[in-house]
């Protein structure tokens, strides 16, 4: 008899600010979709950027004035869900901490899924099937993901009894995927308060505080307690490793 499980999970994960040598903060950010809404989730998200007029894709680096009403509508409509229909959850790491050459080989790439590593052995529950979609990027290494999803079956086994799985991990384009543009605009516009942009004057900054007053914050640049399910923000301390 097949394995039932509590809960279907989507998640859809985005990156901001890994290759940016003028940035010193990255982020690896996810939307968790219960399977069951992702549908309707996606047919609201479209209907609401139809009645703004805005029918291209949304990327944080393109907010600007033109698209930031749009991309509010957005933001309104994830934080109304409940968190247990859709919660975004990232990573973000601190690049002049990472001691690449110890512990990767000086490989960011590797590095980089390390991080997506600690982030869902973190969010991953029990009783759970996932599916895991990433923004489609070419790497150096044709296994990449697949190699995260071994590691993820091991830690699951262990962890959880193989009382939750890892059903699908790939990479899609982002113009295709609705739910990955969220995962940017999230990712993006907590990679730009990291940063420390603090012209209040751009529609950036503007968009970034907007996400952190659904919250009750002031800005993005936080560190999320763990039991925080709605937008979990997992500022990891690389220097208690060394």
């Given at each position: 008899?097949?394995?039932?499980y509590e809960?279907?999970?989507?998640a859809y ?23 069951q809404?992702?549908?309707?989730i996606?047919k ?5 950027l139809?009645?703004?007029d ?5 990327k ?21 869900l409940?968190?247990?229909?859709a919660?975004?959850?990232c ?8 001691a690449?050459e110890?512990y990767?080989?000086?490989d960011?790439?590797?590095a980089f899924?390390?991080f997506?590593y600690q982030?869902?052995?973190k969010?991953?529950k029990p ?8 923004d ?10 697949s190699?995260l999803?071994?590691?993820?079956d091991?830690f699951?086994?262990?962890e959880?009894?193989n009382s ?6 790939q ?14 605009l ?8 990291f ?7 751009r529609p950036?900054?503007i ?9 009750g914050?002031?800005?993005?640049k936080?560190?999320?307690l763990?039991n925080?399910k ?13």
């Amino acid at each position: 008899m097949p394995q039932q499980y509590e809960k279907v999970v989507n998640a859809y994960f985005d990156e901001s600010r890994i290759d940016n040598p003028d940035s010193n903060h990255m982020v690896c950010g996810g939307v968790f979709v219960e399977r069951q809404y992702v549908k309707q989730i996606r047919k609201d998200i479209r209907n609401i950027l139809i009645d703004n007029d805005f029918h291209a894709e949304m990327k944080w680096v393109k907010t600007d004035s033109r698209k930031i009403d749009a991309y509010k509508k957005v933001v309104d409509y994830f934080f109304d869900l409940p968190a247990y229909k859709a919660s975004f959850n990232c990573i973000v790491v601190d690049k002049r901490e990472i001691a690449l050459e110890k512990y990767h080989n000086g490989d960011l790439e590797l590095a980089f899924y390390k991080f997506i590593y600690q982030l869902l052995k973190k969010r991953i529950k029990p009783d759970t099937k996932y599916y895991l979609v990433f923004d489609f990027k070419p790497t150096k290494v044709k296994e990449r993901l697949s190699n995260l999803g071994s590691y993820l079956d091991s830690f699951l086994y262990v962890e959880h009894a193989n009382s939750s799985v890892i059903k699908h991990i790939q990479g899609y384009p982002s113009d295709e995927n609705i739910l990955l543009q969220v995962a940017d605009l999230f990712s993006g516009a907590v990679a730009y308060s990291f940063n420390e942009e603090t012209s209040n004057k751009r529609p950036k900054r503007i968009l970034a505080n907007y996400i952190a007053s659904k919250i009750g914050r002031e800005d993005l640049k936080f560190r999320s307690l763990p039991n925080e399910k709605k937008f979990n923000v997992f500022a990891i301390d690389l220097t208690k490793r060394r």
